[in-house]
């Protein structure tokens, strides 16, 4: 069965500090790969995706994620934090063998302390 | 920027009464879909909708579920009979086809339902 686990429910950083968020999968496919942000009260926004080529991706805000095969993981990464990106965050998987459903992890909530 | 639009964002009901919750997806988007999310846990698929039918569902999407178009825009999912454990954030997210390459789900701002 596809599953992804996101190992820490909770983070806290420093304004300023660099941040890196986990996420790893179990897919007997080649996946597609998301990573959501999801504000108090708010939907889930998409931060980035990868789907093939590049396994460094660019997303809004500043976020960056790294596909590693070997591994089965994409973690998200922040150079600098800010305020503003306390959320919580969910990383999300697909493949084309698994139609279009996507999969999540738990989640894990980000404070950002001044 | 095109967006999923969901009504209403919250919506409390007695136990056992049916509910009915709308979303309008984006407009030139295919795949729709459900999701929910229990206080405190991981966003759950429930069920995916394409070419007026159902296209994939979960074991939680049960008979007590059920989905429509009942137009060109909105996508409604039903709960029948509801039970104190269908509380949950309920989102809406409509796409193109994953298998065709690069696209991405975009999601609602969810219904919070409260079962009493």
């Known amino acids: 069965a596809q599953s992804v686990t996101q190992p820490d429910i909770h983070i806290t950083v420093s304004e300023g500090a660099s941040l890196e968020l986990r996420c790893n999968y179990s897919y007997g496919a080649t996946p597609y790969l998301f990573w959501y942000v999801q504000s108090p009260g708010q939907g889930l926004q998409l931060l980035l995706k990868?789907?093939?080529?590049?396994?460094l991706v660019q997303g809004i805000k500043g976020f960056e994620a790294e596909f590693k095969r070997s591994q089965s993981s994409f973690n998200l990464r922040k150079p600098s934090v800010h305020w503003s990106d306390a959320a919580e965050y969910f990383c999300?998987?697909?493949?084309?063998?698994?139609?279009?459903?996507?999969?999540f992890g738990a989640g894990t909530i980000l404070r950002v302390k001044s | 920027e095109p967006e999923v639009t969901q009504t209403p964002s919250h919506q409390v009901t007695q136990m056992g009464q049916e509910v009915i919750l709308r979303c309008v997806p984006i407009?030139?988007?295919?795949?729709f879909y459900w999701y929910r999310q229990i206080l405190g846990q991981k966003v759950e698929f429930l069920v995916s909708f394409y070419n007026n039918e159902i296209s994939e569902k979960s074991e939680i999407f049960d008979d007590q579920f059920s989905v429509e178009r009942p137009d060109g825009s909105n996508f409604t999912l039903k709960i029948r009979s509801t039970k104190l454990e269908d509380s949950a954030m309920y989102f809406c997210?409509?796409?193109?086809?994953?298998?065709?390459?690069?696209?991405?789900?975009?999601f609602g701002q969810g219904t919070r339902l409260t079962v009493v």
């Open positions: 999300a998987v697909g493949a084309k063998e698994y139609g279009n459903k996507l999969v």
């Open positions: 997210a409509s796409s193109g086809d994953f298998r065709a390459g690069n696209t991405e789900a975009f």
């Open positions: 990868y789907f093939s080529g590049d396994t």
């Open positions: 407009s030139n988007h295919l795949y």
